[in-house]
T-cell receptor, first 119, second 113 residues
Framework: GAVVSQHPSWVICKSGTSVKIECRSLDFQATTMFWYRQFPKQSLMLMATSNEGSKATYEQGVEKDKFLINHASLTLSTLTVTSAHPEDSSFYIC???????????????FGPGTRLTVL | GDSVTQMEGPVTLSEEAFLTINCTYTATGYPSLFWYVQYPGEGLQLLLKATKADDKGSNKGFEATYRKETTSFHLEKGSVQVSDSAVYFCALSSPGANSKLTFGKGITLSVRP
């Protein structure tokens, strides 16, 4: 149980274009999803917290107009990187919180990640 | 604020060696503690967790005990395999709605045959 998928697994795009990444919880309903960014050989940096039906909460330093997050249903959140540039190239990982996973529902289950390369 | 400190890496071991990866934390209240593993090119997988003091999480031969007195959650395995080669992240989650995960820097484990 508690499977999270991401699509696409990798994407290459030209500078200036927009890219949408989908994150789905396959066998549970996730009221909260998280988006992370990971640079090579580094830890995960939380970008934003996404709650179903409301606006995302962005971490300090993350541009909300550049990284658009939509959590339209209990099983789907999307991250759109707008007007992508080479410095946006990174590994983007989402996670979903399973509210039935135990104390405070605080276990997060992670997707496999999306490798974005901006040329 | 919350923080997680992991021992510096990378770590290289021979197959069947004993593994310890240290993790200490700073948090207010009573956090939940986690170990996640990331295999090359993949996302993170939950390895084990503990939600209160003295709890022991275990999975796939790995164990970690929630030690409140030393604010630690060290990961151990009695006999590592080549397939255990991965990056290991210690993390904590403080209680509350939308509780966020705070990660350590991660440590790369390489197991040679």
């Amino acid at each position: 149980g508690a499977v999270v998928s991401q699509h696409p697994s990798w994407v290459i795009c030209k500078s200036g274009t927009s890219v949408k990444i989908e994150c789905r919880s396959l066998d549970f309903q996730a009221t909260t999803m998280f988006w992370y960014r990971q640079f090579p050989k580094q830890s995960l940096m939380l970008m934003a917290t996404s709650n179903e039906g409301s606006k995302a909460t962005y971490e300090q330093g993350v541009e909300k107009d550049k990284f658009l997050i939509n959590h339209a249903s209990l099983t789907l959140s999307t991250l759109t990187v707008t007007s992508a540039h080479p410095e946006d190239s990174s590994f983007y990982i989402c996670s979903a919180r399973d509210p039935h996973s135990g104390r405070s529902g605080d276990t997060q289950y992670f997707g496999p990640g999306t490798r974005l390369t901006v040329l | 604020g919350d923080s997680v400190t992991q021992m510096e890496g990378p770590v290289t071991l021979s197959e069947e060696a004993f593994l310890t990866i240290n993790c200490t934390y700073t948090a207010t209240g009573y956090p939940s503690l986690f170990w996640y593993v990331q295999y090359p090119g993949e996302g993170l997988q939950l390895l084990l967790k503990a939600t209160k003091a003295d709890d022991k999480g275990s999975n796939k031969g790995f164990e970690a005990t929630y030690r409140k007195e030393t604010t630690s959650f060290h990961l151990e395995k009695g006999s590592v395999q080549v397939s255990d080669s991965a990056v290991y992240f210690c993390a904590l989650s403080s209680p509350g709605a939308n509780s966020k995960l705070t990660f350590g820097k991660g440590i790369t484990l390489s197991v040679r045959p």
